[in-house]
């Protein structure tokens, strides 16, 4: 490889590992971010075999953050004729990626919140029905209440926020 070639390859490695710096500050993962940054730079879609060669990551772990990739929208199983094995592209748009992370994220914390507030709710509604409650109790009771309609009402924020992203809305108002 000649010196300029070596440069190249230093200057694409550079761009992966701030891509998964990136996705570390991100919330993500760094070996995702690592894979997807070696996905990207590498310009055409990659088979599980060639990631493993490339980043010195397990065949079974490569599959595991591929599938993760999937899950937030990152990557995809694409086609291309006479390749037996499957190919694997991400979103070139850092925009579209960010979102997409970012979005994912923030759906799973509003789901598992959802679960919390309807066993809380639950909980709470129990204890209210319950016989002989002393005034210190009942107000501890509608305390609680209270924290858990405010808690509510935050992820219900989180939730319009994200919708905001996800529908390209928030380009409306910070262009890319």
């Known amino acids: 490889m000649s010196n300029k070639q070596e440069e190249i390859k230093e200057i694409e490695t550079d761009f992966v590992d701030k891509i998964a710096d990136n996705m570390h500050a991100f919330g993500v993962q760094g070996s995702l971010g690592y894979v997807l940054?070696?996905?990207?730079?590498?310009?055409?879609?990659m088979t599980l075999d060639e990631?493993?060669?490339?980043?010195?990551?397990?065949?079974?772990?490569?599959?595991?953050?591929?599938?993760?990739?999937?899950?937030?929208?990152?990557?995809?199983?694409?086609?291309?004729?006479?390749?037996?094995?499957?190919?694997?592209?991400?979103?070139?748009?850092?925009?579209?990626?960010?979102?997409?992370?970012?979005?994912?994220?923030?759906?799973?914390?509003?789901?598992?919140?959802?679960?919390?507030?309807?066993?809380?709710?639950?909980?709470?509604?129990?204890?209210?029905?319950?016989?002989?409650?002393t005034p210190e109790s009942e107000k501890a009771i509608n305390e609680l209440l209270e924290e858990l309609h405010e808690w509510t009402a935050y992820y219900d924020w989180i939730h319009r926020v994200n919708d905001f992203f996800e529908s390209g809305e928030i380009f409306k108002h910070v262009p890319k």
């Open 37 to 45: 940054g070696t996905i990207y730079m590498n310009r055409e879609p």
């Open 51 to 133: 990631l493993a060669e490339a980043t010195g990551m397990s065949k079974t772990r490569m599959s595991q953050i591929v599938r993760e990739m999937m899950d937030m929208n990152i990557a995809e199983r694409v086609f291309k004729k006479d390749v037996r094995k499957d190919l694997y592209q991400v979103e070139n748009d850092y925009y579209d990626t960010f979102i997409s992370i970012f979005t994912s994220t923030w759906r799973k914390a509003i789901d598992r919140n959802r679960h919390f507030e309807e066993r809380t709710q639950k909980k709470i509604m129990q204890l209210r029905e319950a016989s002989e409650l």
